[in-house]
C-alpha cells in the first residue's frame, strides 16, 4: 500500500522567512502533485511533477522531485501572509495497464505565515 | 470552460436519512473520481467511473456507499442511512483521459450528519 508522509503537519513562520515542506512516499511513482487548499474551499493545482529531478518554481513556491529519494519537496521564500493555506502532496501509483488514476494523498501541512 | 460543478455544496441530514452528491466534470472529460476528506485530513480515494462503468471502487466502504456514472447526466455519490461518521467533505475530480497528468477539482459537497 502506498504511503505519504508531510511533515512538518503544522507550520507556523513569519513574513519574510523561508522553509521547506517535505513529501516522502512509499513506492515506485511517476508522479507527484502539490495542491492547495484554503478552509472551506476546494484543491488548488499547484505543480505537477512528472520525471526525477523536475524542478517548477511559482511566484514564492519552489517544488522539486527525487524520485531515488522518493522525495519532493515544497519550498517558500520570502513568506507573504496569503500564502496561509494547507498544503498537500499527492501520489498515484501505476495499476493494471499502467495507468495512473488513484491518487493518494499526504495529511496536509497547515502553513500560517503571521505579520 | 465551466470547471467541474458539485451540488449541492451543503448537505444537512439525519442519521437514517439518504444522501445524494452530484458531481458533472469539466467538459470533455469522461473520467470521474470521488474522495473524501475527514476533518484535519488528507483525501482518501473512494471510486473511479467512467460513462456507464465503474472501474475502481476499492475505496468505497463495503455498505451503504454506492456511485454512478450514467450516459447522460452528473456522477452520482449515494450513501444510505446516514451515520455520524459519514460527516466529511466529498470532492469529485475528473480528467479528459486514463493518462492525463492532472485531476481537476469540483468545490466539494460537505455533508453534515445530525
Known amino acids: 500500500e502506498l504511503k505519504v508522509e508531510q511533515n512538518p503537519l503544522f507550520l507556523s513562520m513569519q513574513e519574510g522567512k523561508n522553509y521547506t515542506i517535505y513529501c516522502n512516499y512509499s513506492t515506485t511513482s511517476d508522479r507527484l502533485y502539490w495542491y492547495r487548499q484554503d478552509p472551506g474551499k476546494s484543491l488548488e493545482s499547484l505543480f505537477v511533477?512528472?520525471?526525477?529531478?523536475a524542478v517548477k518554481q511559482e511566484g514564492r513556491l519552489m517544488a522539486s522531485l527525487d524520485t531515488k529519494a522518493r522525495l519532493s519537496t515544497l519550498h517558500i521564500t520570502a513568506a507573504v501572509h496569503d500564502l496561509s493555506a494547507t498544503y498537500f502532496c499527492?501520489?498515484?501509483?501505476?495499476?493494471?495497464?499502467?495507468?495512473?488514476?488513484?491518487?493518494?494523498f499526504g495529511k496536509g501541512t497547515l502553513l500560517t505565515v503571521n505579520p | 470552460n465551466a470547471g467541474v460543478m458539485q451540488n449541492p455544496r451543503h448537505l444537512v441530514r439525519r442519521r437514517g436519512q439518504e444522501a445524494r452528491l452530484r458531481c458533472s466534470p469539466m467538459?470533455?472529460?469522461?473520467?470521474v473520481y470521488w474522495y473524501r476528506q475527514l476533518p484535519e485530513e488528507g483525501l482518501k480515494f473512494m471510486v473511479y467511473l467512467q460513462k456507464e462503468n465503474i472501474i475502481d471502487e476499492s475505496g468505497m466502504p463495503k455498505e451503504r456507499f454506492s456511485a454512478e456514472f450514467p450516459k447522460e447526466g452528473p456522477s452520482i455519490l449515494r450513501i444510505q442511512q446516514v451515520v455520524r461518521g459519514d460527516s466529511a467533505a466529498y470532492f469529485c475530480?475528473?480528467?479528459?483521459?486514463?493518462?492525463?497528468?492532472?485531476?481537476?477539482f469540483g468545490p466539494g459537497t460537505r455533508l453534515t450528519v445530525l
Open positions: 511533477l512528472l520525471s526525477n529531478g
Open positions: 499527492a501520489v498515484d501509483i501505476h495499476t493494471r495497464g499502467g495507468s495512473n488514476y488513484k491518487l493518494t
Open positions: 475530480a475528473s480528467a479528459p483521459s486514463l493518462v492525463s497528468n492532472e485531476q481537476f
Open positions: 467538459k470533455g472529460h469522461s473520467h
